[in-house]
């Protein structure tokens, strides 16, 4: 018998908690003063058929209005609405424009819809324009946005998302109530676009995980994500300075990739001469020729005649009253005297930008072919088996014969017809972790001494003096950061410092460049990630799918201590 009550008060609870699909209304627009919906089937607004509605709202005179003097309350906006066949409707205040076409989609400024478009005024005076759908036909038009199923095309990667945005919408359902819907259509919820950027793939994501959300002491949780989390997520309370015991900082990693191995046949203890030798570069003469430049040969023995043959030779268009000194901020020729011919051909050669440098992310490496991210587009090299390579540790470089990749080394390298000659990488700090694969996942910004003082100008702090870290997370993001001034100095926590520096995200290290007397002159600063970092790494879980996590296991992981629970 008490088995039994057991087992009917569970079915209640069960039963308590299972729900209908949710209709959601979507914001997507708060201020338009004339919109247009459009659709293949006709729609009704008030008793009218129509294929088209134009809403503009106007700004009338009420029916007190005789006197040529008017009272505020004789103002009142209505909105006007055109309709096919030049039929014009004067709405009453407070009205409501509701198209609904079944069968076929609704367009408004060259996006469309599934569901019901509402039109009404607002209190600013200007329209409203909400999406009304069930949710799972919303998350069609999200996931996709989300995260790109053409960049990161990982099934259980778009169903932890898909799982992700519904949560998201079901805890904020009515957050916007008050404006008339629930949630916005913009990345300060989550971007909506409407069916015209649905996908396959992404629809499929959403389909296989219908109703499915994440939920933490039986209530759907706050599913905050962030594109790239640079190796580890931060606590929330460091971030959003709210404690949340599912947001906990965890290594962005699932299983340890494996190292893969290169050698090279040559190596040089000078990258800059690594960079001559593959360049061909051993005289003046091979550096006009690598440059396609006139060949003139090499310069007079005459020293004092070398500022005007090499500004004569390597810059031939440029007019100066002082060879030397225009050579000298060129950074060409050294104002303490004179340079090594080697060193001069180097600097000639890397000042004009002549060994086309590019930059990637390595994505994967066999031992012949490599995939590079350049640009954020795939593309794959042959290494040459001499090609000289160089680990970049700050301004060091050091010459390696052999070593590992495990991927996501940001690389700089000559290429030439897609055989890699000559490469610089830095070792992934971010080691094994699954976002490596993001072109962000490492990143490097330089800030002039404006740009820092446009950004901490605000403060009052007088001359800028030093920025310093005060406390890191567990990821390492900059949580309290303190900037010095002349007159003071004050505290900085991570979103907002974030902003004032416009950074991708505030895990980084910095180098302040100061002039001989200490002046600071700017700032290098490297960074990993992009975005507040709390929560679920996207490009995280697309390199956890590749590794073959399931959805669960990608959500458990950015989630702590989260259950899988099917609403409906
Ligand atoms: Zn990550």
Same mark, same amino acid.
């Given at each position: 018998?008490?088995r ?33 919906i ?16 134009k ?6 005179l009420g ?23 030049? +039929? +014009? ?11 609904a ?8 400024? &060259? ?31 999200? +996931?996709p ?14 169903k932890?998302? /898909? ?10 359902? *009515? ?25 396959? /793939? ?26 790239t989390c ?16 599912y ?12 190292? =893969?191995?290169?050698s ?10 690594? +960079? ?16 396609? =430049? ?80 350049? &640009?954020?587009?795939p ?18 470089? =050091? ?14 390298f ?34 002039t ?10 403060? &009052?702090? *007088? ?11 567990p ?5 309290t ?5 002349s ?12 902003t004032?520096?416009g ?12 002039? /001989? ?9 490297? *960074? ?23 959805y ?6 950015y ?9 409906y």
């Amino acid at each position: 018998m008490r088995r039994f009550l057991i087992a009917v008060l569970l079915l209640l609870m069960t039963g308590a908690q299972a729900q209908n699909e949710p209709i959601v209304r979507i914001g997507l627009n708060q201020n338009a003063a004339t919109v247009t919906i459009r659709s293949a089937n006709a729609f009704s607004v008030q008793q009218h058929r129509t294929r088209s509605a134009k809403v503009t709202a106007v700004l009338t005179l009420g029916t007190g209005a005789a006197a040529a003097t008017l009272k505020k309350s004789d103002l009142q906006y209505r909105m006007v609405v055109e309709l096919d066949g030049g +039929v +014009v409707l004067a709405l009453s205040p407070g009205t409501k424009v509701r198209a609904a076409a079944p069968g076929a989609p609704l367009t408004i400024e &060259n996006r469309t819809y599934r569901g019901a478009i509402e039109v009404f005024g607002n209190s600013r005076n200007t329209l409203t324009v909400v999406n009304e759908l069930p949710v799972e036909e919303y998350l069609l038009g999200v +996931v996709p946005n989300e995260l790109s199923p053409t960049t990161f095309g990982q099934i259980e990667a778009l169903k932890a998302q /898909a799982v992700a945005a519904r949560t998201y919408v079901q805890r904020n359902l *009515g957050q916007s109530k008050n404006e008339g819907y629930d949630i916005c259509a913009t990345d300060a919820c989550q971007v909506y676009l409407g069916a015209g950027t649905e996908d396959p /793939a992404a629809s499929r994501a959403v389909i296989a995980t219908r109703g499915v959300v994440a939920t933490f002491d039986g209530k759907p949780i706050e599913a905050l994500y962030t594109s790239t989390c640079g190796g580890r997520t931060e606590n929330a309370e460091n971030i959003f300075d709210q404690k949340i015991p599912y947001l906990v900082s965890t290594s962005c990693e699932y299983t340890h990739p494996e190292a =893969l191995a290169f050698s090279t046949s040559r190596s040089f203890p000078d990258w800059r001469k690594a +960079v001559l030798t593959v360049a061909g570069v051993s005289t003046f003469g091979d550096a006009q020729r690598f440059m396609g =430049l006139q060949v003139t040969g090499e310069p007079p023995s005459d020293p004092a005649a070398l500022p005007a043959f090499i500004r004569r030779t390597f810059y031939p268009s440029v007019i100066t009253t002082s060879d030397e000194s225009f050579l000298t901020e060129q950074g060409i020729l050294s104002p303490t005297g004179a340079i090594a011919t080697e060193d001069l051909l180097f600097r000639l050669v890397d000042r004009k930008g002549a060994f086309e440098w590019q930059q990637g992310i390595l994505v994967s490496w066999d031992g012949k072919a490599m995939t590079l991210l350049v &640009n954020g587009r795939p593309k794959t090299f042959a290494l040459g088996g001499d090609a000289p390579i160089y680990q970049r540790i700050g301004d060091e470089r =050091l010459p390696m014969r052999q070593g590992s990749w495990i991927g996501g080394e940001l690389m700089d390298f000559r290429a030439e017809s897609d055989t890699i000659r000559m490469l610089v990488y830095r070792i992934n700090f971010a080691n094994p972790a699954a976002d490596r694969f993001s072109r962000l996942a490492l990143w490097q910004v330089h800030k002039t001494r404006q740009e820092l003082d446009a950004a901490f100008g605000g403060f &009052n702090l *007088g001359e800028l003096t030093d920025m310093r870290v005060v406390e890191r997370g567990p990821s390492g993001r900059l949580v309290t950061t303190e900037i010095a001034g002349s007159n003071g100095r004050r505290t900085v926590r991570a979103l907002r410092l974030r902003t004032l520096l416009g950074l991708r995200d505030s895990l980084f290290s910095f180098d302040i460049e100061r002039n /001989a007397r200490g002046a600071i002159l700017g700032m290098t600063v490297y *960074g990993r990630g992009w975005g507040h970092g709390v929560g679920m790494c996207q490009v995280g879980a697309y390199g956890m799918a590749m590794d073959g996590a399931t959805y669960e296991e990608i959500l458990k992981k950015y989630y702590k201590g989260i259950e899988l629970r099917k609403l409906y």
